[in-house]
């Protein structure tokens, strides 16, 4: 089976924080020359600061942008169920290649609340839909027996994984290998090949918009057996990752660097990071030595 890899594509902003749809589909072109599929309105697309008409409105941009060349999944995920289905159903209406679905944040869960709310949204969309664990910004997690029990929905397709857990990620791969259809995307960027040789179906990732050649890269050498070419451009991806989110919050940092690249994507809606001169420093440093610049 061909591995995916798909890029968290950053939301890009007016200096008014209103939506700069110009400035997304261009990044939406530059991941299409990569070769690499996008996920709209993710961690990295400052979904949690979109309002429910801007993230349909960032959507149809996306979609009519990458015009079929390259997948598009959706993350609809909203802290309520109530209003995840109505975020699902306006995404579906759009027409996406799947709909990921955020475990609900604020809003403590249990397992079978997680069950009853992933379970609602699937039964209402004809898109299929993925499980998306992120515990450390949600504080809910979805075990491993509880994604078990999702995959065998007719409707539900996979999970994202963003937990940072190989542990984890080993768990949700035996209930695939045990339920037909059933896909894990690993999301850590240092763990990308890694991910793909246990069977992971593929990866989706933040720091792909700063270099989005390079995680293509990590795919391509996988997909053609080429293992050398894989783990030089992982490893190449890990120190970049290292160096980057050393500096503080991994999607703020993967905004920051793509804004010093190309200032049109804007900043992130407040209260995001703002421009510090030392960090942009440093920042400008390790673009130059991976020779991002």
């Not at 939506?19 to 070769?35: E, H, I, K, S, W």
Request: aromatic share 6%.
């Amino acid at each position: 089976m061909t591995r995916s890899a798909y890029v968290a594509l950053v939301t890009c902003f007016n200096e008014d924080e209103t939506l700069n749809l110009d400035a997304t589909r261009a990044q939406v072109r530059r991941q299409v020359a990569a070769g690499n599929n996008i996920m709209c309105a993710g961690t990295n697309g400052d979904f949690s600061a979109l309002t429910h008409g801007e993230k349909l409105d960032l959507l149809e941009a996306v979609v009519d942008e990458a015009a079929g060349r390259v997948k598009v999944i959706v993350n609809a995920g909203c802290p309520a169920t109530f209003e995840t289905l109505q975020l699902a159903r306006g995404c579906d209406a759009i027409g996406v290649d799947g709909i990921a679905i955020v475990t609900p944040y604020f809003i403590a869960c249990t397992q079978d609340g997680l069950v009853r709310h992933f379970s609602t949204v699937a039964d209402s969309v004809q898109t299929p839909v993925y499980l998306y664990d992120i515990p450390a910004r949600t504080q809910n997690h979805i075990e491993p027996d509880t994604a078990r029990i999702l995959a065998r929905h007719p409707n539900i397709a996979g999970i994202k994984d963003s937990g940072g857990s190989t542990e984890t990620v080993m768990a949700y791969l035996d209930v695939a290998r045990d339920s037909d259809g059933f896909e894990v995307y690993c999301a850590p960027d240092h763990l990308v090949h890694w991910g793909l040789k246990e069977g992971c179906s593929g990866v989706i990732s933040g720091l792909g918009n700063v270099a989005p050649h390079i995680l293509a890269a990590i795919l391509d050498g996988f997909n053609t057996g080429d293992t050398a070419a894989a783990d030089a451009a992982q490893q190449v991806f890990a120190d970049l990752r290292k160096d980057l989110y050393a500096l503080g919050y991994p999607p703020a940092m993967v905004k920051r660097a793509l804004y010093m690249m190309d200032p049109s994507v804007g900043l992130s809606r407040q209260p995001a990071l703002m421009p510090d001169a030392a960090q942009d420093a440093a920042i400008a440093t390790i673009l130059k030595s991976h020779s991002l610049t």
